[in-house]
Structures are given as structure tokens and as C-alpha cells.
């Protein structure tokens, strides 16, 4: 069936440095491609998408890149600040269904 | 505009005892979810409406029901709640066409 791996399962960087979260889907007909911020005890947040019509979005300090060839999309927050640290969900949809990662937790060291 | 509700917060049961969740959107969305998320994990999708009077199975349906009551609203019921279906549920909307997903505060249930 559908699936979605995503790596690493958790990232600890130092405050201002990058991060880099990658995703790989399973179902070439997938076109939409969400990422949620998820702080503790609280809702998936929706940070980012892309669709497939588009190889790379960003918005300030995150950009998500996308390609549709290898099937991966990967997530990248530049400068990172402590309220940065989160779990972060890449998902992928299927029709109107979407299928998620197994997170990665970030944490930003200052 | 309150976006996604959800009630109850919290909620203890006992194995064996029924409930419902209950969820509302006011964004006007088509498409309705509900996923449960268990600790440190992602989540699985219990059941999904992509319109009114309209209703799948996802992932994980068993010991499950869903309604989709009217445009709004999305209910999911337990009807002999288990040790197992402890977990943190979250009822999510989406629009049909954008596909943008926006998550309720979500319902901590323990079934003891």
C-alpha cells in the first residue's frame, strides 16, 4: 500500500545552523506534499506544502523541495532558533487521503 | 472562526464503555478525517469522509464508527473501548481542491 519513510527519526543542531528532513513516498499518482510542526501536547501544524507541478517553494527560513523522478521531498530550515525544536511530519497524499511520516524530532541547542 | 473543535478534551473510560467524539469545522471543507497518535508515533488514519453522507475506512477502522452527520460535523464512536484504543485522536478538514489539511486540538483518551 501507500507509504511514506522519512529520515532521520531525529536531528539535534546548533542554534543558526540548517536542518535537513527527507522524504520518500510510495504512489507516483501522490501530487500534494504537506509538512506539520508538531510542539508538544499540541496539533500538527501545517509549516509548508508543495505540489507536483513545482520543484521548490519557500517562505522565509523553509523551503521544501520536491522530486517527483526519485519520489523524495525533503524539508530545509535555515538560521534555526530553539522554537524551531518540534517534531516534524512530512505526509503525502493519496485522492483526498494522505499518508504520514513517522516524524522527526528536532532539537535546537542554543 | 474557530476553525476545527473538538470534544472532549480529555476522557478516562472503562474497558468495555462506549463514547463518541465529536468534531466541527466552519472552514466550509468537503473532506473530513479522523486519525488516532500514539507516543512517538505518526498518524494513522481511522476514517475519512470526503463529503457529506460519505464515508471510508482508513488504516486503522477496527472498533471504530464514524458519522458525518451533516457538512460540519464528524463524529467517531467507540462501542466497546479497549486498552489498545488508548491514544491521542485528532480530527482534521480538509478542502477538496487545495487539499489543505487543518488539525482539531485533539482528544486524549485512556482506557483503563
Known amino acids: 500500500g501507500e507509504n511514506v519513510e522519512q529520515h532521520p527519526s531525529t536531528l539535534s543542531v546548533q542554534e543558526g545552523d540548517s536542518a535537513v528532513i527527507k522524504c520518500t513516498y510510495s504512489?507516483?499518482?501522490?501530487?500534494?506534499f504537506p509538512w506539520y510542526k508538531q510542539e508538544l501536547g499540541k496539533r500538527p501544524q501545517l509549516i509548508i506544502d508543495?505540489?507536483?507541478?513545482?520543484g521548490e517553494k519557500k517562505d522565509q527560513r523553509i523551503a521544501v523541495t520536491l522530486n517527483k523522478t526519485a519520489k523524495h521531498f525533503s524539508l530545509h530550515i535555515t538560521e534555526t532558533q530553539p522554537e524551531d525544536s518540534a517534531v516534524y511530519f512530512c505526509?503525502?497524499?493519496?485522492?483526498?487521503?494522505?499518508?504520514f511520516g513517522p516524524g522527526t524530532r528536532l532539537s535546537v541547542l542554543p | 472562526n474557530a476553525g476545527v473543535t473538538q470534544t472532549p478534551k480529555f476522557q478516562v473510560l472503562k474497558t468495555g464503555q462506549s463514547m463518541t467524539l465529536q468534531c466541527a469545522q466552519d472552514m466550509n471543507h468537503n473532506s473530513m478525517y479522523w486519525y488516532r497518535q500514539d507516543p512517538g508515533m505518526g498518524l494513522r488514519l481511522i476514517y475519512y469522509?470526503?463529503?457529506?453522507?460519505?464515508?471510508d475506512k482508513g488504516e486503522v477502522p477496527n472498533g471504530y464508527n464514524v458519522s458525518r452527520l451533516n457538512k460540519r460535523e464528524f463524529s467517531l464512536r467507540l462501542e466497546s473501548a479497549a486498552p489498545s484504543q488508548t491514544s491521542v485522536y485528532f480530527c482534521a478538514s480538509a478542502d477538496r481542491y487545495s487539499y489543505e489539511q487543518y488539525f482539531g486540538p485533539g482528544t486524549r483518551l485512556t482506557v483503563t
Open positions: 505526509a503525502a497524499n493519496y485522492g483526498q487521503n494522505f499518508v
Open positions: 504512489d507516483s499518482a501522490s501530487n500534494y
Open positions: 508543495i505540489r507536483s507541478n513545482v
Open positions: 469522509s470526503a463529503s457529506e453522507g460519505t464515508t
